[in-house]
């Protein structure tokens, strides 16, 4: 029989990592593991707490799961059936089915992107690198000490009171840079919003491409009201989950950020990069904080989103597993 684990590892951050609803200078992500026949398989949790996941509760998950019949879970249906007598967060969801995949793909001799089914990734895959929230004056000097101006794309966590004051330096300390603003649900409502973004189009240098989840997923009639009267695309993420009615959320936004973690699994987050592309909209490919065996995961569906947001293992201090490159803005492999 299959041997499966889970093991905690606690993940000391490189600088404070503040977003709109919390901060935090250390993450605890567990990692499963299965092992049978020679061959291993391993896969990433990320508790989110805007889901109420916390590792605790994945633990407890997981050992509810070993005492129900884990080790006779050899198949993707097998961990179906397991499963839907025995729900789990998405976040562990995600882990055990990523170590079944990269398990029998292993098994099969095929990389996990062939086994899946899914077109190859690219060589190099650009990635944003994301901005913590902080204090305005201190944005200048973290983008020259992290060497921001290699990636493409900026993203910038903000809220509500500061938002445009980052906003400003960034442009201030790279002009013409091009940035996704990520809002975390910070605003109240549409018409704040557009007053914050009447304002931003004032900013001398700031380009803003995209912006991210600027209120809450509960106000989908303000994501109506604002889908024709934005000048910067919508992203979702918080209002995207593995039940979202894409016909409805393509009326709110003009694309949508998927997290392989927030799916809960391989297959989930491909049906929903295909129902994004389905529906008008465009995909783009995200992460939490993450080490590099969750970012790995990411990059073998990559090829079906557009925009990548996989920096979640440059955030990590010590990273453990070394299974992504990046250099020059660009992620390998």
Known sequence: MPIWTLTAHELPLRYVWKISRNASTIKTNLVVRVAHQGWVGQGEAAPNVRYSETPALLQKQFEALQ????????????????????????????????????????KSGQPVWQWLGVPAPTAAVPTAFSLPIMEPGA?????????????????IKVNQAEGLALLSEVARALPGHAVLVDGNE?????????????????????????????????????????????????????????????????????????????????????ELLRRTRAHGLRPMLGCMVETSLGISSALHISALAEVHDLDGFLIVRDEPFGLVRERDGLLSL
């Open 67 to 106: 005492a129900n019949g884990l080790a006779n879970v050899l198949a993707l249906a097998d961990l179906d059936v397991l499963l839907a007598a025995h729900p789990v967060a998405h976040a562990l969801m995600f882990a055990l089915e990523s170590a079944l995949v990269h398990w029998l793909a292993a």
């Open 186 to 270: 910070a605003w109240p409502d549409a018409d704040s919003l557009l007053q914050f973004l009447e304002k931003a189009a004032l900013v001398p240098g700031l380009r803003m491409q995209l912006l991210e989840q600027p209120l809450p997923a509960a106000l989908a009639g303000d994501y109506r009201y604002l889908h024709s009267r934005t000048p910067v695309p919508l992203m979702a993420d918080e209002s995207v989950t593995d039940e979202a009615d894409f016909a409805d959320i393509a009326r709110q936004f003009h694309g949508v950020n998927v997290k392989l973690m927030k799916a809960g699994g391989y297959r989930r987050g491909i």
């Open 139 to 155: 944005v200048a000097g973290f983008l020259r000490e992290q060497q921001a101006e290699r990636f493409q794309l900026l993203k």
